[in-house]
């Protein structure tokens, strides 16, 4: 009698909490990476995505992070505005942080989105991106 009560208020309170889980919203992952380069080695740009703060992307190193399925907006600190990105659910989308070539001073890192399959043959070589420079897991939204 009493394992049947302990094993009928396991099964209750094991279907209250899959009632009132949250459901899992669904997102894409994007990553933010800067190539190994000669310029600007030592800056660290801020990374945001809808204003909010996401990191600080070290040169030859790739962030990856989760987002809301919907439109965001990418930037740096050098190009706040950046650009919009639509991410779809279960889609990876690549965020690189180019400075301009033919500039004798670094002029500002400018977030670029790039095709998957370049985004990925660029990335494969990359370290991932130190703790200390990451502010959040997922977009501002």
């Known amino acids: 009698m ?3 009560l302990i094993l009928m208020w396991c099964g209750l309170a094991l279907s209250l ?3 009132t889980a949250k459901p899992q919203q669904p997102q894409g992952t994007v ?6 380069g000669e310029i600007a080695t030592k ?3 801020s990374i945001s995505c809808d204003n909010f703060l996401v990191a600080k992307i070290v040169n030859g190193q790739v962030y990856t992070m989760q987002m809301s399925v919907g439109r965001h907006v990418v930037g740096t600190s050098d190009h706040p505005l950046g650009f919009f990105v639509d991410v779809e659910a279960g889609k990876e989308y690549f965020v690189r942080i180019d400075y301009p070539v033919n500039a004798s001073l670094p002029t500002g890192a400018a977030p670029v989105l790039v095709p998957n399959d370049q985004g990925r043959m660029e990335t494969m070589k990359l370290k991932p991106l130190d703790g200390r420079y990451i502010e959040a ?3 501002g939204k």
Not at 31 to 36: D, E, M, S
Request: a positive charge; charged letters at 20%; glycine letters at 6%.
């Open 43 to 45: 800056t660290k740009p």
């Open 17 to 19: 909490a899959a009632q």
């Open 2 to 4: 009493k394992t049947t």
């Open 137 to 139: 897991g997922t977009c």
């Open 31 to 36: 990553h933010i990476y800067r190539v190994k």
